[in-house]
């Protein structure tokens, strides 16, 4: 009995102890295999793959720790406004450089319009090693794009995409009759985009001076026309400001009554009833009344 006791746990000690071995070598490798996996899927959905275009390519010598300069074709630098890049590296090498348009950025941050954006590689040219140069980034923006959109061009900056958008030292340079000139310094390289802040610029009364001679005789809005409306936004409501009107019978009706009807768009329709271009002087009043008055809007535009 015992001598089969003792074959039993020699045969099953002969299986035990490879299994042992194979168990130690493998499961850590299938672990981390896994984990891998895991950690590909949770960066593909976090980073999305972008959709490029290819639209510069050229191999260039760099000697050690001495800036090179990079320039741009002219249909490179007319479509994505990106001139030339300046680089430096501690050791000489050939570096393929590659440039891409991407065609579906990532989204920007709230207060930026992106105005382009690209994708920009070395790589070295014998091992095809991905290299991480620091340098600088030149480029313009076209006068136009400014005439169009009223933004300000000394709020342009260059952002940089690694997970986050992420803004960059920049610098105006200069301009001509055609375009604003820039440079942007980077330590590294990677997805860039061209920006501007959605601020307008503050010589809002060369589209709106009627707005502008309004405001500019009220006692109370001493102030630019970007603290209500950042970026040109037409989402600010009167109330938002004037809070305590909603208290007074009068104002109160005016405003549930344009909230309420589908033909309004929103409360400030019943405030510029009476306080756009109608110079009705009450800003004197001191205490809660009520005030009533006959006022005919058509003899406001003269009809």
């Given amino acids: 009995m015992d001598i089969m006791r003792r074959e039993t746990l020699s045969f099953m000690l002969k299986f035990a102890f490879p299994a042992v071995i194979v168990g130690v070598i493998l499961l850590p490798n299938i672990s981390i295999a896994i984990l891998k996996h ?26 050690a720790s001495k800036p090179v300069k990079v320039k741009l074709p002219k249909d490179v630098a007319k479509g994505l406004g990106l001139l030339s890049l300046e680089i430096k590296l501690p050791k000489s090498m050939k570096l393929i450089v590659n440039v891409s348009e991407v065609l579906n950025p990532p989204p920007p941050l709230e207060e930026f319009l992106l105005i382009s954006v690209f994708d920009i590689t070395f790589r070295d040219a014998e091992t095809e090693e991905i290299m991480e140069p620091s340098g600088r980034i030149y480029f313009s923006v076209s006068k136009d794009f400014f005439e169009s959109t009223k933004f300000d061009p000394k709020k342009v900056v260059m952002l940089k995409f690694r997970g986050d958008w992420i803004r960059l030292r920049t610098e105006m340079l200069g301009e001509d009759n055609e375009s604003y000139y820039y440079v942007a310094e980077t330590k590294s390289f990677s997805v860039f985009a061209i920006a501007v802040y959605r601020i307008a610029s503050e010589n809002c009364s060369e589209c709106h001076p009627d707005v502008a001679t309004e405001v500019s005789m009220s006692p109370y809005h001493n102030f630019n026309c970007t603290f209500c409306h950042p970026g040109m936004s037409r989402n600010v409501t009167c109330v938002q400001c004037h809070f305590d009107i909603g208290s007074f019978s009068a104002h109160k009706n005016f405003i549930e009554w344009a909230e309420n009807n589908s033909l309004m768009m929103g409360s400030n329709e019943a405030c510029i009833g ?30």
């Fill in 38 to 63: 895991s950690e590909h899927k949770f960066r593909s959905v976090e980073h999305p793959t972008l959709e490029e275009r290819l639209v510069f390519s050229e191999i260039i010598d760099v000697p």
């Fill in 274 to 303: 009476c306080h756009t271009n109608a110079k009705i002087p009450i800003y004197n009043v001191t205490e809660r009344t009520h005030l009533s008055f006959t006022f005919d809007m058509s003899e406001l535009h003269g009809r």
